[in-house]
Every structure is written in structure tokens, then in C-alpha cells.
């Protein structure tokens, strides 16, 4: 069975950077559409960044276009999401997912990812 373990979350000032890491056990990683997603206090868990299988096409959220990179390494069965210009808003707990489907879309819903990590969690001070 796949699993995911994060992290690289932390607290840090608006403007700043961190840099998560989603670490994935399985043989067939390289088989996985992967996404971010977070989840602010209070709010619904919500699509971030995804990637799919060879990491050619990459999907972001409009809020964090321009400031947030996804890539994954399927040789070190890892995907990482740098997080640039933080803003107080971007505060929440990130959570990694892996869609086993094997359909090679990147989803943004929730419900569509079958194995989530125990989420990291990321503070932005103003």
C-alpha cells in the first residue's frame, strides 16, 4: 500500500519561503497523478498544485500561480512544492495526495486523490 509522509512546513514571515517534501513508498510511483492541497481552519480542503506522471504538465491554483513550483523526482519516489512571496493567507495545513487511477489527469477535488499524507502545517505571519 502507498503511502505519503510530508514535510518542510514551519513558520515563517509574509514574503518568505518554504519548500514541502511528500515522500512515497510503492513501487509504482511513477504511475501516480500527485497533488497539493491545504486546509485553512475552518474551511474546506482545497486543491493547491498537481502534477502528473513524468511531471511534464502542472496545474496551480490561481492563487498560487507565479508563486508556488510543484516537481516530483519518480527515481526518489518524491514531490516537492516550493513556496515562494507567502502570504498570511496561504496559512493552513498541506496535505500531499496520490490519485492511483492511472487516468493521468490532474484533478483538482479532493475526492479524486485515494492516499493522503498526515499533512504538514505552514504558519505565514503578517
Known amino acids: 500500500q502507498v503511502q505519503l509522509v510530508e514535510s518542510g512546513g514551519g513558520l515563517v514571515q509574509a514574503g518568505g519561503s518554504l519548500r514541502l517534501s511528500c515522500a512515497a513508498s510503492?513501487?509504482?510511483?511513477?504511475?501516480?497523478?500527485m497533488g497539493w492541497f491545504r486546509q485553512a481552519p475552518g474551511k474546506e480542503r482545497e486543491f493547491v498544485a498537481g502534477?502528473?506522471?513524468?511531471?511534464?504538465?502542472?496545474y496551480y491554483a490561481n492563487s498560487v500561480k507565479g508563486r508556488f513550483t510543484i516537481s516530483r523526482d519518480n527515481a526518489k519516489n518524491t514531490v516537492t512544492l516550493q513556496m515562494n512571496s507567502l502570504k498570511p493567507e496561504d496559512t493552513g495545513v498541506y496535505y500531499c495526495?496520490?490519485?492511483?487511477?492511472?487516468?493521468?489527469?490532474?484533478?483538482?477535488?479532493?475526492?479524486?486523490?485515494?492516499?493522503w499524507g498526515q499533512g504538514t502545517q505552514v504558519t505565514v505571519s503578517s
Open positions: 495526495a496520490a490519485d492511483l487511477s492511472q487516468m493521468g489527469v490532474v484533478s483538482g477535488f479532493p475526492s479524486s486523490y485515494d492516499i
Open positions: 510503492g513501487r509504482t510511483f511513477g504511475t501516480y497523478v
Open positions: 502534477i502528473t506522471w513524468g511531471g511534464g504538465n502542472t
